[in-house]
């Protein structure tokens, strides 16, 4: 064999031999399904990533035609040989799109068909590369669900203003919560600029710009300040403004959430409202205990001075001794709001002591009506005690003083503010326990009174008719209170007040207050 001969017989070894390595190459592959079809379609070759993705051995698929690889509906719409003939006419073709396995399962797959031809043009057959996009798919799937539903999520939280702005601040995203927050329709506001948002004096200062500084250097900016609604309203707002950056760190814009919290600023100022009022009642209440204290000594000392000059005088000079009654009578008044102011203060500080024993209600009901018989004759007030024949004796675990000081206080507001009528009082058993009604033929009370009366410091009638400082009913309920008793104010249909006082005749000690 000549020279030539043998030159051409290398070659050939050479075409050969490469064209073994790429068929080993295209063999060993495992990721993609690389395989050649006839130009009717059918399967000519199939590598190891062809049977790893769609589940034949070559045995099983080799001259089955291509559209087992297909589901139905694409099969029964020609797509097969759309594809084909789509290569044949621009040299290749390419899609992503469903495919089946041998078991009927489905894959998202990226095909790509290249027509095959001779060295004289004419066609050969197909490559078919296929390539198994199915965990991709469902990444890019559920990262467009996590952002529809963080969109859906942010578009309808009505309680927060969340949206974005540029990278000058201008609006470009805009919630459900901002525009019910601040006002504006999406319309309205998409484009504009922030600064909508602020007064006209940090506007005038340049504030806005100075947040969107620090959020882009600190990569946050947050505060709580005054913000402007559409209608040029002000709310009290909680800001935080996030700087927004690309993978790159390139600052593209901003994301702001803002919420109202006016109410909780309001009732915030509402509580330190109220704590410096406490405050002050608490001062008052330390003063009238100091006052009380220090008023109850002189006055008890005054009271025996008056008692002992009225002794000496009453046989020798009657007149003096006449005026000396009525300071006595001055001064015991005294000695009563001295008592009822330190009572307030006693109650105000938890300090009002009830000393419990077993006492008849009825004996402290007459030797009340017995303290004040004189003071109720000169009022022209008779005064009339029914006791119920199943009430004969009403006894009790209560402290007979502060219920004596409950029944003295009924009676004597009956003499101040029912002068010239009858009081009558009722002393009687019902449902387990004892009830005292203390009535008067007066003009009675206003409806919106019939509670209030039982305030500190509330009164029935001004003081420029009445004297006294509106405790006693305040006092009275609070005893009451503390026998685990009750006390109301009604009015009589026949005309005047009834004060109706509940004791339990049964149970545990008076507490103490």
């Not at 800001?239 to 309001?266: F, N, P, W």
């Not at 209600?361 to 000169?378: M, N, T």
């Not at 006791?387 to 219920?403: E, F, H, N, S, Y």
Request: aromatic share 6%; net charge neutral; charged share 30%.
């Amino acid at each position: 064999m000549g020279d030539r001969g043998q030159a051409a017989r290398r070659a050939l070894e050479g075409v050969l031999a490469a064209e073994d390595r790429s068929q080993m190459l295209i063999s060993s592959i495992k990721d993609y399904a690389i395989f050649m079809l006839s130009p009717d379609g059918n399967v000519e070759s199939w590598n190891t990533g062809a049977q790893r993705i769609k589940g034949y051995t070559s045995d099983e698929i080799i001259g089955k035609h291509f559209s087992i690889f297909y589901p139905p509906e694409d099969v029964a719409s020609g797509k097969c040989e759309a594809e084909l003939l789509g290569a044949e006419a621009d040299g290749r073709f390419e899609d992503e799109g469903w495919r089946l396995r041998k078991d009927g399962s489905r894959f998202w797959a990226n095909v790509v068909i290249t027509a095959v031809r001779d060295g004289y043009g004419e066609l050969v057959g197909f490559a078919k590369v296929t390539r198994d996009l199915t965990e991709r798919r469902s990444a890019e799937e559920a990262l467009r669900m996590s952002e529809s539903r963080l969109r859906m999520l942010v578009g309808s939280v009505k309680d927060y203003a969340i949206f974005t702005l540029d990278r000058d601040g201008n609006v470009t995203t805009w919630n459900v919560g901002a525009e019910r927050i601040k006002g504006y329709t999406a319309a309205e506001i998409m484009g504009q600029s922030f600064t909508y948002f602020y007064t006209a004096e940090d506007v005038a200062s340049g504030k806005p710009q100075r947040e969107l500084e620090i959020a882009a250097n600190e990569g946050r900016f947050e505060e709580e300040d005054w913000r402007v609604r559409k209608d040029g309203s002000k709310f009290w707002a909680s800001i935080v403004v996030s700087a927004m950056r690309d993978e790159t760190g390139h600052l593209i814009g901003y994301a702001k959430i803002t919420r109202d919290l006016t109410e909780r600023r309001m009732a915030e100022k509402e509580r330190a409202r109220l704590v410096q009022a406490q405050e002050t009642i608490r001062l008052r209440d330390e003063f009238l205990s100091i006052a009380s204290h220090e008023l109850r000594t002189p006055l008890t000392a005054i009271r025996l001075e008056l008692s002992a000059l009225a002794r000496r005088l009453a046989d020798t000079d009657t007149r003096t001794a006449a005026k000396l009654a009525r300071l006595n009578r001055g001064s015991d008044r005294l000695v009563s709001l001295v008592e009822a102011l330190l009572d307030v203060s006693r109650i105000s500080t938890g300090q009002l002591v009830l000393t419990a024993e077993r006492v008849d209600l009825v004996k402290i009901v007459h030797d009340a009506v017995d303290q004040l018989r004189e003071a109720a004759r000169r009022a022209n007030c008779p005064i009339t005690v029914t006791i119920a024949d199943d009430a004969t004796q009403l006894v009790g675990t209560w402290d007979p003083l502060r219920l004596g000081q409950v029944i003295t206080n009924l009676i004597g507001n009956a003499i101040k503010y029912a002068a010239s009528a009858p009081i009558d009082i009722t002393v009687r058993r019902e449902d387990g326990n004892a009830v005292m009604v203390v009535d008067d033929h007066g003009r009675g009370l206003a409806p919106g009174d019939l509670d209030r009366i039982f305030g500190r410091f509330e009164r029935a009638a001004p003081s420029t008719h009445f004297g006294g400082l509106g405790l006693g009913l305040y006092v009275a309920r609070q005893i009451i209170n503390g026998h685990d008793g009750t006390i109301r104010a009604t009015n009589r249909a026949s005309g005047g007040a009834s004060f109706v006082v509940t004791l339990p005749l049964a149970g545990e000690s008076p507490k103490t207050s």
